[in-house]
């Protein structure tokens, strides 16, 4: 390999390593990944065990052993996250974990995000920064690509607003106006609210349009200078998710005039890896000028030692150039490979509700295909990341623990990934509207999304399964659907209500609605389930007074003694004046609770007791 080429991924060839600071082989890497791989993957052990179970939804809130089998996953987690860098199926397996909405928003109430979670992911990330400072020392790159090295080499794009100091301009600079017909468009009101939202896909569609060709001429610059093809990685497009967020961080761009989506200026971006300081400079040079300038270098060799531990000792040149397609936005729209690109990244909502996100993409594509767009040059922003590549290497390493790091809250760990995962993110949102389909009662949505869904029935919302929402409102032949219906495996009659523990059953006896009750039993619903409160079905039946009811459960042989909160069903009955239901259940065998019913006596005095 000549000086200055990047090491290909998993080339005959040594590389610095990132795990020991040393140079290491691809026989020990590859010899490390099998291990990994056996321990994470393969091996029947306790700890595969358990993550299966979180996966395949079989822990159920608040059982005994919730928090104990949590800490075992999340233990997994760190393992499988910190080496996900290894082996895709590694990191496939972490990341399904953590787009598990009940383990991964639940993390903080088990116990488990702080420590092992985040302290886990944190000792990883402070040893690979340490290796990083060793090497920045050793190569001395304060000075080999400091501030003055790179100024030297700078040309700063004609756009550039101010001299010297490099503006970061932003996409309206080079690419779309802030058009009215985002709006305005047809006084459709969804797009006036979410205009700076059309913005963002607009542009984030000619991105996708122009990343083949852009990813092809920064090739072309590196192999001009010695390096090999590659030397350059392309990155993924920026996610939807990510970009939006920008717009409401005050870190970025909420305070910045509107359209504050116009100031994402990586959406097509790429890593260009060198084996020296000096072939840096080479490619940076050579960049300039084949760009004619750039518009933005962030220089993080250039930092002080608190800056550069700040972001873990991850040092790069972050550049911003201009690309020029050379065509026109008429002649870009015609093309066949962009119109099947566009129409894969629309199909896939991120983020947004699948209607909301389809107004949006409408909008947007019909703007860039418009007489008023027909004629106009395209031209896009750009980033380019420099790197040596013994960093790349670690910032491979580095960047699943940072990303998951980055999250402050489990909450927004599982939004992160969901982000980055459409088809998780697809499935999640259709859970939730076949939730609201079961609340409202809309059979025939209900029946469309579960003969297209692949996924499992029980997901509702963040609480609540959709049989819960259709027993909750007296939805008879939705609770069928679900729990008999061909186009669902049936439904798990006793997933409870996450806050308060109230079971489809539990709801329906409360309610009064005895034909749902009758239809859940018929299923295996459990009687002796018991909410928050330690009540039961019978329980809360007695108290709101629903005779049928109550005579449906004791039919089923339900324990009319069962005690609760506020004592037997007999007591619950007394005490809130269900006579009817009290003489019925007295003729059953029900007996009252004597300490239940001191309680109640001395905090309400009632004017009935029991016998």
Same mark, same amino acid.
């Given at each position: 390999m000549g !000086?200055?080429?990047?090491?290909? #991924? ?14 290491? =082989?691809?026989g020990?890497?590859h010899q490390?990944a099998?291990?990994k791989?056996q321990?994470?993957l393969q091996?029947?052990?306790?700890s ?9 939804g079989?822990v ?5 052993e ?6 075992v996953?999340?233990e ?10 290894l082996?895709?199926?590694?990191e ?7 787009v ?10 088990l116990?488990?995000f ?13 040893r690979?920064?340490?290796?990083l ?8 790159l304060?000075t080999? +690509?400091g501030?003055?090295?790179i100024?030297?080499?700078?040309t700063?794009h004609? +756009? ?10 932003? !996409?309206?600079? /080079? ?5 009215? &017909?985002?709006?305005e468009?047809?006084?459709n009101?969804?797009?006036? !609210? ?9 542009t984030m ?7 083949d060709?852009?990813?092809? @001429?920064?090739?072309? @610059?590196?192999t ?5 093809e590659? #030397?350059?990685r392309?990155?993924?497009y ?9 717009m409401?961080?005050?870190e ?6 509107k359209p ?9 971006r790429n ?8 072939m840096?400079?080479a ?6 000028e084949?760009?004619?300038?750039v518009?933005?270098v962030?220089?993080?060799?250039a930092?002080?030692?608190?800056e550069r531990s700040?972001? =873990?000792?991850?040092l ?11 065509t026109?936005?008429?002649?870009l729209?015609?093309?066949p490979e962009?119109?099947k ?12 509700? =699948?209607?909301?996100w389809g107004l ?6 019909r703007?860039?295909?418009?007489p008023?767009?027909a004629d106009r ?5 750009g980033e380019v990341?420099?790197m040596?590549?013994?960093? &790349? ?7 699943l ?5 980055? #999250?402050?809250?489990?909450?927004e ?9 459409p088809d998780?993110a697809?499935?999640?949102?259709r859970a939730?509207?076949?939730y ?9 949505? &209900? ?8 996924h499992?029935v029980?997901?509702?919302n963040?609480k ?6 259709a ?14 219906g061909?186009l669902?495996k049936g ?7 996450t806050?308060?523990?109230?079971s489809?059953?539990?709801?329906a006896?409360?309610n009064?609605?005895?034909?749902v009750?009758?239809?859940?039993l018929?299923k295996?619903a ?8 330690d009540r ?8 709101r007074?629903?005779?049928?009811v109550?005579q449906?459960?004791v039919?089923?042989?339900?324990n009319v ?9 007999l007591d619950?009955a007394m005490n809130n004046? !269900?006579?009817? /239901? ?5 003729g ?6 004597p300490? &239940? ?7 309400r005095?009632?004017s009935?007791?029991?016998?």
């Amino acid at each position: 390999m000549g !000086q200055g080429q990047a090491r290909p #991924a998993g080339g005959e060839v040594e590389y610095w390593s990132q795990t020991s600071g040393v140079t290491a =082989s691809p026989g020990a890497q590859h010899q490390l990944a099998e291990q990994k791989r056996q321990t994470l993957l393969q091996t029947d052990s306790e700890s595969i065990r358990v993550v299966r179970r979180w996966l395949n939804g079989q822990v159920k809130k608040n059982c005994p052993e919730e928090k104990a089998l949590a800490k075992v996953a999340a233990e997994w987690l760190v393992d499988a996250v910190n080496h996900a860098y290894l082996d895709g199926n590694i990191e496939k397996a972490a990341v399904d974990l953590l787009v598990t909405r009940n383990f991964t928003t639940s993390m903080k109430f088990l116990n488990v995000f702080d420590d092992p979670f985040r302290a886990g992911l944190k000792a990883n990330i402070d040893r690979l920064g340490l290796t990083l400072k060793g090497r920045y020392d050793e190569l001395d790159l304060g000075t080999a +690509l400091g501030q003055s090295a790179i100024d030297d080499l700078t040309t700063y794009h004609e +756009l550039e607003r101010f001299s010297g100091k490099g503006r970061a301009i932003n !996409q309206i600079d /080079v690419l779309l106006d802030f058009p009215a &017909a985002f709006i305005e468009e047809r006084g459709n009101g969804i797009l006036k !609210q979410y205009a700076e939202r059309c913005y963002l896909l607009a542009t984030m569609l000619v991105g996708i349009a122009a990343n083949d060709e852009f990813q092809s @001429v920064v090739r072309e @610059v590196a192999t001009s200078v010695g390096l090999s093809e590659d #030397a350059v990685r392309s990155a993924p497009y920026k996610s939807y998710v990510r970009a939006l967020s920008r717009m409401d961080s005050a870190e970025h761009h909420r305070n910045l005039p509107k359209p504050r989506t116009a100031h994402n200026a990586d959406l097509i971006r790429n890593l260009v890896a060198a084996m020296t300081p000096d072939m840096c400079k080479a490619f940076y040079a050579a960049l300039n000028e084949r760009f004619d300038g750039v518009t933005r270098v962030e220089n993080h060799y250039a930092q002080d030692d608190a800056e550069r531990s700040k972001r =873990s000792h991850l040092l790069a040149l972050d550049v911003t150039v201009v690309y020029d397609t050379k065509t026109t936005f008429s002649e870009l729209c015609k093309r066949p490979e962009v119109k099947k690109a566009w129409g894969k990244y629309i199909g896939v909502p991120q983020g947004e509700p =699948s209607g909301r996100w389809g107004l949006m993409c409408e909008a947007a594509q019909r703007y860039l295909e418009s007489p008023e767009m027909a004629d106009r040059p395209v031209t896009v922003l750009g980033e380019v990341k420099i790197m040596l590549v013994d960093f &790349a290497a670690i910032r491979h390493e580095m960047q699943l623990p940072l990303k998951a790091f980055t #999250a402050k809250t489990c909450v927004e760990l599982f939004s992160t990934f969901l982000a980055s995962r459409p088809d998780a993110a697809l499935k999640e949102e259709r859970a939730t509207t076949l939730y609201n389909a079961c609340a409202r009662g809309q059979m025939e949505v &209900a029946e469309r999304l579960l003969g297209k869904l692949d996924h499992d029935v029980n997901e509702g919302n963040s609480k609540a399964t959709p049989l819960y929402a259709a027993a909750a409102n007296n939805h008879l032949d939705m609770c069928r659907l679900l729990l008999f219906g061909r186009l669902s495996k049936g439904a798990d009659p006793n997933l409870a209500k996450t806050d308060t523990g109230a079971s489809p059953l539990f709801i329906a006896a409360q309610n009064g609605y005895v034909d749902v009750a009758e239809t859940l039993l018929s299923k295996g619903a459990e009687m002796a389930q018991l909410n928050k409160q330690d009540r039961s079905s019978l329980n809360v039946a007695a108290a709101r007074g629903h005779l049928d009811v109550v005579q449906l459960l004791v039919e089923h042989n339900a324990n009319v003694n069962t005690k609760g909160r506020f004592g037997t069903p007999l007591d619950e009955a007394m005490n809130n004046r !269900q006579l009817d /239901v009290a003489t019925y259940l007295k003729g059953k065998g029900a007996r009252g609770d004597p300490a &239940a019913a001191k309680k109640e006596a001395v905090n309400r005095k009632p004017s009935i007791t029991w016998e």
